[in-house]
């Protein structure tokens, strides 16, 4: 009686394996054509990374080839500039100039282009060059300061303003004005220096010695307080011309007003600006730097 079911069992027990082998075999064939899709798939791909990488690299290429190219027509242009006789006596030709130095580092910030030798041949002229700028931009601007000059110190600001360093030559000229002011303030009540300058001690024939008479010290008091009021008086002044020169003049190409680039901050390293954005304007700093120091000394 069990016979037949264990001849039944052993039938589809070989059905089965007939089964399993044809899937097998199936899935086998289904690998081989897995394999070839993949290979025919991965060589166009690998083919086609390869070639994006060229690509990038030549763009690449190409990109530092411009900035190279850009940077020493640049140069040669500044080299020209600066070879020009009247130079000095010329604040369109000194703007053009920082034009052109300030347009230079600008390529050199935007592309790296170390370890190229064209260009690293010119790094002492660049420095040498804006430095030579600086120097004549400083010279115009103290003229037209003591001169009380809007046309030169305008021009002046232009140079700074070219070179990027125009919260730095206002600074720098505040600094100078309120210094020279808190000198003639220290000065006139400085006693060592009023009794020096008054004769000292009047020596004697027998090495006795008579002290200076107190109307010759405030004369002398009053003589320096006029000094350091004059001085206030003039480094005020500086601050409300340069101020005045800043409230009119504006950048020929961008249109932006000097005062309102002022405004903005000194920028720094990080990207922010000095004060938070917050304006210093130069009176208001003159001034801040003048009642602190008369409140130091007196």
Same mark, same amino acid.
């Given at each position: 009686?069990?016979?037949?079911?264990?001849?039944?069992?052993?039938?589809?027990?070989?059905?089965?394996?007939?089964?399993?082998?044809?899937?097998?075999?199936?899935?086998?064939?289904?690998?081989?054509?897995?394999?070839?899709?993949?290979?025919?798939?991965?060589?166009?791909?690998?083919?086609?990374?390869?070639?994006?990488?060229?690509?990038?690299?030549?763009?690449?290429?190409?990109?530092?080839?411009?900035?190279?190219?850009?940077?020493?027509?640049?140069?040669?242009?500044?080299?020209?500039?600066?070879?020009?006789?009247?130079?000095?006596?010329?604040?369109?030709?000194?703007?053009?100039?920082?034009?052109?130095?300030?347009?230079?580092?600008?390529?050199?910030?935007?592309?790296?282009?170390?370890?190229?030798?064209?260009?690293?041949?010119?790094?002492?002229?660049?420095?040498?060059?804006?430095?030579?700028?600086?120097? &004549?931009?400083?010279?115009?601007?103290?003229?037209?300061?003591?001169?009380?000059?809007?046309?030169?110190?305008?021009?002046?600001?232009?140079?700074?303003?070219?070179?990027?360093?125009?919260?730095?030559?206002?600074?720098?000229?505040?600094?100078?004005?309120?210094?020279?002011?808190?000198?003639?303030?220290?000065?006139?009540?400085?006693?060592?220096?009023? &009794?020096?300058?008054?004769?000292?001690?009047?020596?004697?024939?027998?090495?006795?010695?008579?002290?200076?008479?107190?109307?010759?010290?405030?004369?002398?008091?009053?003589?320096?307080?006029?000094?350091?009021?004059?001085?206030?008086?003039?480094?005020?002044?500086?601050?409300?011309?340069?101020?005045?020169?800043?409230?009119?003049?504006?950048?020929?190409?961008? &249109?932006?007003?000097?005062?309102?680039?002022?405004?903005?901050?000194?920028?720094?390293?990080?990207?922010?600006?000095?004060?938070?954005?917050?304006?210093?304007?130069?009176?208001?700093?003159?001034?801040?730097?003048?009642?602190?120091?008369?409140?130091?000394?007196?």
């Amino acid at each position: 009686a069990r016979q037949e079911e264990l001849v039944g069992q052993a039938a589809r027990l070989a059905q089965a394996e007939a089964t399993f082998a044809t899937s097998a075999l199936a899935v086998t064939s289904l690998q081989a054509a897995l394999r070839r899709v993949r290979a025919e798939i991965m060589d166009p791909y690998q083919q086609v990374q390869m070639r994006t990488r060229q690509l990038a690299a030549l763009h690449g290429t190409v990109l530092l080839l411009r900035a190279a190219l850009q940077r020493l027509k640049l140069a040669a242009k500044l080299r020209t500039a600066l070879a020009e006789p009247a130079l000095a006596s010329s604040p369109l030709d000194l703007a053009k100039a920082a034009r052109l130095v300030a347009d230079v580092e600008a390529v050199e910030g935007e592309t790296n282009l170390r370890g190229l030798d064209a260009i690293e041949s010119d790094g002492d002229f660049l420095k040498t060059a804006r430095q030579q700028i600086l120097g &004549h931009a400083e010279e115009l601007l103290r003229k037209g300061m003591e001169a009380l000059s809007q046309a030169e110190v305008a021009s002046a600001l232009q140079i700074f303003f070219n070179l990027g360093d125009l919260h730095g030559a206002v600074a720098g000229l505040i600094e100078r004005q309120a210094a020279d002011a808190e000198a003639a303030l220290a000065a006139a009540v400085d006693a060592r220096k009023l &009794h020096s300058a008054a004769g000292g001690l009047l020596s004697g024939a027998a090495g006795r010695s008579a002290a200076v008479p107190a109307a010759k010290r405030q004369e002398l008091l009053w003589e320096k307080i006029g000094e350091a009021l004059a001085a206030m008086s003039t480094a005020a002044m500086a601050a409300w011309h340069l101020q005045r020169v800043l409230a009119k003049k504006r950048d020929p190409l961008t &249109h932006v007003l000097f005062l309102d680039e002022l405004a903005k901050g000194a920028p720094m390293a990080d990207g922010t600006t000095a004060n938070g954005g917050a304006a210093v304007l130069p009176i208001d700093s003159m001034w801040e730097r003048l009642a602190q120091s008369a409140g130091e000394v007196l």
